[in-house]
């Protein structure tokens, strides 16, 4: 299939990889971190990590969209369809879990409506079919998922579709990697050592690679907007230890097919239409971040759940010993929880990012890597 057979040879992957070990200083560590949940699952589909030198460490940064959300959002949608509410959503935010245990899907199964969607277009359907009932959009993600919310928006609107809002969790990449840089509580604990970054595919066919250019200069750290295929995330891993040798902190654009510098513009202008910067967010594992996230701008507020509802602010924090939160500062691996791959697995995952196709326990669970380790402990601790 043209455009992935090409990425996925192993003749390329092999010569890639004796170029990144020749190229790699034995001298040194190179901590480099993928922002997105995309190059965590393609690292360990495709085994990436087993064709890099030992000193070359992936480190999986806060870039799955349903893994960052912080539980009382969740309690607050759940809260939003216990009221009488049909809440629609993503299909991977339903299984997340909330506080107490509960969950979108098991607030389903008790009778709540809420409703898995593809698109905003699926959650406008459903107003205008149930003209009788409030119907919110929870809406989650980066910048990718931001322009389609904007249109639902815009068309809610200009239809004046009086039953339909927006809970709006729209969040921002460059703010949450220059955060993980800045963070003087992370500088203070020596957790922030990343040598280089990854930037997202999918987000930066939106904004484009110019917003990353502000903190590679200024935190001197370089950036490589890498595709998602094998190839992909080797060439930008060269391109990455490349610039580190020499000193550099640029930002290459890797995924040339897809990237431009400027990025969509159409789909830019219409996210500026329509929302506008928050002056926090909290994030699941790094807190409140300044200017992280969107709200809806006053011209659109009556599309507004979190203005049209009273929301109760939660206090739910992660189920005891899950790391899900050090994990999405990329300082632990889902390796580090003692629950992973006992307790929590995707058939019963007690933290986000074992929920979500992104997340980096699903990644580290799903293409069996560590599955055998953790049998041979189990036998081991049987026998014992
Ligand atoms: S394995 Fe499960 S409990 Fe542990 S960090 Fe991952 S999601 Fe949380």
């Not at 992935?4 to 192993?10: G, H, P, T, W, Y």
């Not at 507020?301 to 509802?309: K, L, Q, V, W």
């Amino acid at each position: 299939m043209k455009y992935v057979d090409e990425f996925r040879d192993k003749a390329i992957a092999k010569k890639l990889a004796a170029e990144i070990a020749g190229e790699a200083d034995p001298g040194r560590q190179y901590n480099l971190m993928e922002f997105c949940g995309g190059h965590t699952h393609a690292i360990f589909r495709y085994g990436v990590q087993d064709l890099m030198p030992d000193n070359v460490d992936f480190v999986h940064g806060p870039g799955c969209p349903v893994c960052v959300l912080p539980i009382p959002r969740i309690d607050n949608a759940i809260e939003l369809a216990t009221q009488g509410a049909i809440v629609c959503t993503y299909g991977d935010m339903m299984r997340v879990p909330a506080s107490r245990k509960n969950s979108l899907i098991k607030a389903k199964a008790a009778g709540s409506d809420i409703r898995m969607v593809y698109s905003t277009q699926d959650a406008l359907k459903i107003a205008r079919d149930n003209p009788d009932r409030e119907v919110v959009f929870f809406a989650i993600g980066f910048e990718t998922t931001t322009p389609p919310t904007a249109v639902a928006i815009k068309a809610a609107f200009a239809e004046k579709l009086a039953n339909f809002t927006v809970f709006c969790n729209h969040v921002l990449t460059p703010a949450a990697i220059q955060h993980i840089l800045q963070s003087p509580e992370l500088r203070a604990l020596g957790q922030v050592q990343i040598d280089g970054f990854y930037g997202p595919s999918h987000v930066s066919s939106i904004i484009g690679s110019a917003p990353y250019d502000y903190f590679a200069e200024e935190f001197q750290k370089p950036v490589v907007i890498a595709g998602f295929e094998p190839l992909d995330v080797m060439q930008s891993t060269l391109m990455l230890i490349r610039q580190i040798n020499r000193g550099r902190f640029e930002v290459q654009n890797q995924y040339t097919r897809v990237v431009t510098p400027e990025g969509n513009e159409k789909a830019q202008a219409i996210v500026r239409e329509v929302f506008e910067l928050r002056r926090s967010f909290e994030w699941r594992g790094l807190g409140e971040v300044p200017y992280s996230a969107l709200k809806i701008k006053e011209e659109f507020a009556g599309f507004d759940a979190e203005r049209r509802f009273a929301l109760t602010k939660s206090t739910g924090k992660d189920v005891k010993g899950c790391e899900c939160p050090a994990i999405l500062r990329g300082v632990k691996k889902p390796t580090d929880c003692t629950l992973f791959g006992t307790v929590c697995t995707p058939d019963n995952p007690q933290g986000s990012c074992m929920v979500s196709s992104e997340g980096s326990c699903a990644a580290y669970w799903s293409y069996g890597r560590f599955r055998l380790d953790i049998a041979k402990g189990k036998a081991g601790e049987a026998a014992e």
